[in-house]
């Protein structure tokens, strides 16, 4: 078997931020459109009206300051309240797979390998823009890249359950190089509407190289020491936007077609899976919590990181595990990956890491890796 470890990872942030208050004003105005629509439905009592949401709301349920997003005009339009993207032609290169090629370049480079280095591509990401062909095998082709590619949704935890995926190819010879993309569109999957969501997600790109340690052109590299999955099935988290809505004869901008949750359940409930999926990890690897140097977590509300965190620990801090969450929000699966591509330089050699992520499904992936 091979040693395998990652030696690169790769970030593309979106040209376009939303504030907190920018999004709170466009909320609000729309919240006062359709109050004033409705009138008459509320005044009876057959229906309520819209509350009005706000940044001191926003920031103490989440942590969140604002998000990065592909498009900010028609977010921010109180009549439509989510992006006005442009369609593309089938000879032009997806927008997935656009900004996974810019976040694969920035990896590859931080490895010193070129495309052609590459003999499999994962692209893994809670949404797809389309069915078929897969994004990976576009980012493929648009990187030169041999060998295979395909795309994987496990939600929230796609880039986790990649790696493992990726671990196993190289460890047993069908890859020596693997590419894993994570490009989380979220702007066009949440309901800006609902003020309970509206400000939770942001779109970014995060992209990590996994190959043999004896075949690494860098010196900055990570050993994976291990990896564990982990799912169990629940409707707390859900999007029933697919293929067959159309011949479901459903509306097809239903709220049930974008994201949507039961926050305070996915809170009670996560948490303690989360943290007993850490600690059976750890302990199948000979190692307690208090071993782990760092804890690149799941960057979904920065409540819940500091809960398992202190379950963990006893005690939250930033060191112990980074929070990206006020400047990127929740960019499901990369939200750990981006903690780690930014907040991994200043551990020593030998200092121990785990890069978990949790979300719908339930699903939870952990990844212990060793600073080489």
């Known amino acids: 078997m091979h040693s395998v470890v990652i030696s690169g990872t790769g970030l593309y942030q ?22 004033e629509r409705l009138a008459s439905e509320i005044a009876s009592g057959a229906r309520e009206a819209i509350a009005h949401s706000s940044v001191e709301f926003i920031e103490k349920a989440s942590g969140i300051r604002q998000r990065y997003v592909m498009e900010k005009a028609g977010v921010l339009d109180p009549l439509r309240m989510y992006p006005r993207l442009q369609a593309r032609s089938d000879d032009a290169l997806s927008m997935m797979a656009e900004i996974s090629v810019a976040a694969a370049q920035d990896a590859l480079a931080r490895a010193g390998k070129m495309g052609a280095d590459v003999d499999m591509v994962l692209c893994a990401a809670s949404n797809m823009q389309r069915a078929y062909p897969a994004i990976a095998v576009e980012v493929q082709q648009a990187l030169g890249a041999t060998g295979y590619g395909f795309d994987m949704n496990v939600a929230c935890s796609s880039a986790t359950f990649a790696m493992e995926q990726a671990v196993n190819a190289v460890r047993c010879g069908t890859a020596k190089c693997v590419l894993i993309v994570n490009p989380e569109l979220t702007s066009s999957h949440i309901e800006w509407r609902d003020r309970d969501c509206h400000f939770i997600f942001g779109d970014v790109c995060t992209a990590v190289l996994i190959e043999r340690a004896d075949t690494t052109s860098t010196s900055d590299v990570w050993e994976i020491v291990g990896t564990h999955l982990a799912t169990q099935f629940s409707n707390n988290i859900r999007n029933n936007f697919g293929f067959m809505n159309r011949s479901e004869d459903s509306d097809s901008v239903g709220r049930d077609k974008t994201f949507r949750q039961e926050g305070r359940k996915v809170f009670k409930e996560v948490v303690p899976i989360a943290v007993a999926h850490i600690e059976a990890h750890l302990e199948k690897l000979g190692l307690t919590p208090a071993q ?11 409540g819940m990181n500091q809960l398992v965190l202190k379950k963990l620990l006893g005690e939250a801090s930033n060191d112990r595990a980074p929070l990206i969450l ?8 990369a939200g750990s990956i981006i903690a780690f591509h930014k907040f991994n330089s200043d551990l020593a050699a030998g200092d121990m890491g785990v890069i ?15 600073k080489h």
């Open 326 to 333: 006020d400047e990127f929000a929740n960019t499901a699966s």
């Open 356 to 370: 978990c992520s949790f979300g719908a499904g339930y699903s939870v992936g952990s990844v212990v890796v060793r």
């Open 292 to 302: 782990v140097r760092r804890y690149w977590l799941h960057q979904a509300n920065q």
């Open 14 to 35: 979106p040209p376009y931020t939303i504030s907190n208050a920018e999004l709170v004003e466009a909320f609000n105005h729309y919240a006062d459109i359709q109050n």
